[in-house]
């Protein structure tokens, strides 16, 4: 079964850093590019940040402001998004997405309060 399945979410507090990652199943991600998204209750899914198969480009949404890294291991077909700095504004579920092969993993909770 095709899957795409994240995990590292979870609560930390304002100024406090998690590292979510999205592990392929069943399918070749390495020759996709990929993106975390994330959506907050009540706001519409945005765009956090993309990745190039080959890992060498990447870009962001203005609002990760430097705090958000993405990355790519191909060996293991999994993709990366470290967040330090953590903002309230931050809590969301986040999702990553094979671009090419039209894909969404299921998500994972993103929540940051003191």
């Known amino acids: 079964q095709v899957q795409l399945v994240e995990s590292g979410g979870g609560t930390v507090r304002p100024g406090g850093s998690l590292k979510l990652s999205c592990t392929a199943s069943?399918?070749?991600?390495?020759?996709?590019?990929m993106q975390w998204y994330r959506q907050a209750p009540g706001k519409e899914r945005e765009l956090v940040a993309t990745i190039s198969p080959d890992g060498k480009r990447t870009t962001y949404a203005d609002f990760t402001k430097g705090r958000f890294t993405i990355s790519r291991d191909n060996n293991l077909d999994r993709i990366d998004l470290q967040m330090d700095n953590l903002d309230t504004e931050d809590t969301a579920v986040y999702s990553c997405?094979?671009?090419?092969?039209?894909?969404w993993g299921q998500g994972t909770q993103v929540t940051v309060a003191s």
């Open positions: 997405y094979a671009l090419e092969t039209d894909f």
């Open positions: 069943m399918f070749t991600a390495r020759l996709d590019t």
